[in-house]
Every structure is written in C-alpha cells, then in structure tokens.
C-alpha cells in the first residue's frame, strides 16, 4: 500500500539558513502523525511543504504515490487538503458556499458546482453538525464553529491526507477537544491521514497516533506519544523543566519542575 | 434535498431578476441618453419610431417613424455617443470589480497598475510629437491604448514574475505611474498648447464618438468583459486568500494573470476611447456588492449593467447641466456617484440593524 505522505530529505532555505534541513518521514493511510516543537523549530514550513504550498530546496514529498513536482494545482489538491492556523474569513460568505469552496479541485475550473458536490457538502455539513449554521455568515460564527467549517471545507476535498496546522488555535479547552474529535471521527470513519501541529503537548500524546520532535529544522526524535514525551527530550529542546505524568496510559505533561520531598 | 445542499445556493449564485433588474436599469438610461438633451425628442417618439423600424411582414408593430430631425439627431448625433457610454462604463465597472477580486482589496480601480499614467504619457506623445500640440483624432486615442498596455507590462515586468503578492504589484504601480507622468510633464514642458489639449483630452468626454472609433475598440471590451465575468466563480475562491485558494487547487498566479490582463486590456481600451473616466470601476462594483452581496458572480455581471447605464445617465447630466456647454464626464460620474454612493451605503446600514 502507498503511504499518504512521503517526506524524504527535504530541506527548505531562506537565504543561507536552513527552515527545515534533510528531513524525512512517512505516514500511513489512516494514520495520526503530529509535529511538536519548539517556536520556530519550521512546523509550518513542514506542513506547508507537505501540502504544496510553498517551494522546496531539496528531497522530495511524495503524496499517495505521487511526487508533489509532477502534479498541478488540482491534482495536488486531491490528495491532500489543508486547514490553516489562521483561516481567512471572507465577509459575507455563508458557511455553506464556504465549505462548497473546497470542492474546487473536483470539477473544471469555470464548471458551475454540481448536484453531487452539494450532496457531499451537505453531508459533512450533518457529520460535522453544522447544517443549522449553513446559512450563517461564516464570519459571525464563534470561533469553535469556525474551526469546524473550515475543517468542513477540507474534508469536502474528499482528500486520502489531512494538513492542519495548529488547529486549535484561539480555542478554549472544549472547543479544541471538540475540533480534534472531528477530525479523530472522521480518520476513523473515512481511514485518512492526517498530519497536524500542535502546541499543546498533552493534547498532541492524545490524539495522535506517533509524535515527531522538530528542532531547528530536524527531527530530533519520531515515536509514539510515551517514547518522545520524555522529561529529558523536552528539557533538551525546549529548554525547560517539565514533568510528564502517566495517567492511564497518556503522558501528560506538567510545566515546571518535579515537586520535591 | 437536506437544508445543507439546498443552502449551496443563496448569496452567490446570479438571480434572473437581478439581471432583468439591471437590464431594465441599462436599457431605460439608454432611452433617456436618446431622448434629452438640447433638442427633447420625447422617449414614446423613439419607441415608436423602433418599433416601426421593426418589419415583421408589413406590420410595424403599430410604431410611427419620426421627423427626419428627430431621426438625425436621435440616430446620428446622440445613438453612437449613448452605446460608446455603454460600453465605456460597463468595461470600467467590471474592470474594477474585477481588480478587487483579484487584489482583495475594495479600493483598487481599473487604473491600479498604472493605466491613466500610461494613457496619459501615450496622449501626451501623439498630441505633443505628433500633433505637434494640437489633438489629431484617430491617433490620440492609439497611443493612449498603447501607453495604458506598455504601462501595464512595466508593471508586471517590474514586479518581477516571481512576485510574491499584489502587494508587490501595487508598489510597482506605484512607481512605474509616477515615472510615466514625469516623462509626460516634461514632454508637455514644450508648449502650453499641448497642456490644454493633453488634459482637455485625459479629462474624458464622449463628445467624439463614431461608429468607427466605437468598432475598434468594441473587440477588445468584449473579450476583456467576457474573460472577466467568466473569472467570477475563481475570484470567490481566491475570496480565501492566496495560500489558502492555492490549497484549494485554484492556480492562483494564472487567474490572478489572466483576470489583471483582461481588466487591464478592457480599461486601456475604454480610456483610449473616452479618456480618464474616474470613479465608476470603485462606485458601481460597490454599489452592486452593497445591493446583492460579495459574490463576484453576482458583482460582475450586474456591474456591466450599472455601469454601463451609470455612465449614459453621467452623460446626460454633463450635457445639460451647463446651457450651452460640456462638463468633462469625470466631474459628473464623481459629483454623482458619491451622493448615491453614500445613500447606498446608509439603505444597506438600515437593513443590517
């Protein structure tokens, strides 16, 4: 079987510095990979060049069998949909011609929508429960209900691979549990990668299936969520104390050093 | 259907009412621009004599033709001068909407990459070099066509291909505008003649409309006008941003290069025809979004009616406003558009409350 996404020794540079320097990882179909890592450690460069979004200097990203520089504008965009860290709310928009937009990649260009988009629109619209909100202005949506649409009008690319960066973004603690659900539900029920970055540690143990350190553009440490939450691996790359507690099974992660005595 | 799919709808997609709406606009300040003006032909009288004019075996529809004065200045004086208004100021609406699609920015005009400074600098050479200061017709309006593209091109080319955002192309406007209205000024250093007539010219008037002048620029305001209006659909998508609308699948720096050219190509033309004709490419798209909403599908199409019978009604007022003289258009589309503008704007505030 063909993985989702294939990165390998990918290097991105702006001028002399390296952003992201030879890294290289996979994920499966229906797997949960996140990417943690300090500020600026280039998990958005990571994300944006897994989903085409901007130029590479080096090594290849591979999209369900396909290398990314063969592929045009469309193509790509059926392979891998992208829910950015902070959306741009058209004005006036409603939050179903919202969604409706990420059926761009599946019909010509000029082509008016078709019957069977607005049946899959309509369906994430259900799964994601946000058909009372259809007709609402997606930018007078509170800020749960907009992360949801803007998933919604990923998810209606019909994409094998998920990109989300930061997601939960601007959300309080129900609301980021309620977007990460969505998507949980959805790699579950339609068994897509995803790929995501978050800064909430814990949360990242959680919900993702392998976690993968990134520091100063390379991956310091790729593993499931107990092997790379380790208070000695985040001590040395984010520079600071933590303890990391075992609560059945999730490590959680407690900013500040051990309690002693 | 469930609530969701049938939701797809409303908001974007163009309505025939608004068309027949904004048809009905056109065509009745079309009757009006025939009808007024030093001489009253009544608009019944030109119904009629259309009506008759229309053979459908030997029944003239009960239409009766007009005097022959009637039919001399109706036909021949005002019809070429009312359908150039037409064309002028539905090129320049759509252009102008079209620009902020693309730029996302509701300020930008078709003028935005440097257009008037290119038309000007154009006029300028034809009136100063070649007219030796006087105004040759025919000519002007190609070198101001020829000056708004190069214009345009300098531009894009200053720019650079790899540029990053409309930002940049903004900037590059900027500059190259300001290089073309230096050399326009020191070519018009020469004579004070020329200054008369360059800017009796740029300050726009359908005055000198003919069938002629009005074929050789028709091509181009139909492609242009056609290019854009079938961009629409793309220019809501690109609504979400470059690197979003990318995401998408849109090919963003290929629509935003098309739609630029098409704009560009339809204000050059409308320009070398009528002059600098300023404020209908911001007003009317701006009126249309505040009536129907953001959607360009609904934008542009509506704005090519509006500004197409925007501009005829501005003609009518500058041809009688002042006994016995001609406002320049540019002054009427402003002192005229601003006003309805601002009732537009409060109308629309009315309803959000």
Known sequence: MTSALEVTSLTVRVGDRALLDGVSLTVQQGEWLTVIGPNGAGKTTLVHAAAGLRGIDGGTVTLSGHDLKGLKDRARASLVAYVPQSPVVPEGMSVAEYVLLG???????????????RAVVGAVLSRLELDGLAQRSVHTLSGGERQRAVVARALVQEAPLLVLDEPTTGLDLRHQLEVLEVVAEERRSRHIAVVSTLHDLTLAGRFADRLCLLDAGRIVRCGAPAEVLTEATLRTHYGVEVTVVDVDGTPVVVPGPRARG | MSPASRGARPGSALRAW????????????????????????????????????????????????????????????????????????????????????????????????????????????????????????????????????????????????????????????????????????????????????????????????????????????????????????????????????????????????????????????????????????????????????????????????????????????????????????????????????????????????
């Open chain 2, 18 to 353: 608004h068309v027949l709406a904004a048809a009905a606009f056109a065509c009745v300040a079309a009757l009006v621009g025939l009808s007024v003006g030093a001489v009253h032909v009544p608009i019944a009288a030109i119904l009629g004599d259309i009506a008759w004019r229309i053979h459908i075996g030997r029944d003239h529809l009960g239409g009766q033709p007009m005097g022959q004065v009637d039919s001399v200045i109706v036909w021949t004086l005002r019809a070429p001068r009312v359908v150039l208004g037409l064309l002028v100021g539905g090129t320049l609406a759509v252009a102008g909407g079209a620009y902020q699609g693309v730029f996302r920015n509701p300020l930008a005009d078709p003028y935005l990459l440097g257009i008037a400074a290119g038309a000007g600098l154009g006029a300028t050479i034809a009136i100063v070099v070649i007219g030796g200061g006087a105004n040759t017709p025919g000519v002007t309006p190609i070198f101001a066509f020829a000056g708004a593209l190069v214009a345009v091109v300098a531009t894009w080319l200053v720019a650079g291909r790899g540029a990053t955002g409309p930002t940049t192309l903004i900037l590059a406007g900027i500059a190259v505008a300001s290089m073309f209205a230096a050399v326009q000024t020191l070519l018009q250093q020469s004579s004070s003649l020329a200054v008369r007539n360059v800017y009796y010219w740029l300050l726009g008037s359908l005055a000198g409309a003919t069938w002629s002048g009005i074929a050789s620029v028709v091509p181009y305001m139909v492609v242009s006008v056609a290019v854009c209006i079938s961009s629409a659909r793309l220019l809501d998508v690109l609504s979400v941003g470059e690197l979003e609308s990318a995401s998408l699948g849109l090919p963003v720096v290929a629509v935003r290069t098309i739609v630029i050219a098409a704009a560009s190509l339809g204000a050059a033309a409308a320009v070398a025809a009528a002059g600098l004709i300023g404020f209908v490419g911001i007003v009317v798209p701006h009126a249309v979004r505040l009536l129907v909403g953001v959607s360009y599908r609904r934008i542009l199409v509506l704005s090519m009616f509006g500004g197409a019978g925007f501009l005829v009604l501005a003609d009518v007022l500058a041809r009688i406003a002042v006994p016995d003289a001609e406002l320049p258009i540019g002054v009427v589309t402003a002192i005229l558009g601003v006003p309805f503008f601002v009732l537009v704007l409060h109308v629309r505030r009315l309803r959000l409350r």
């Open chain 1, 103 to 117: 059926r761009v990649a599946h019909r010509p260009l000029l082509r008016a929508e078709t019957p069977h988009d």
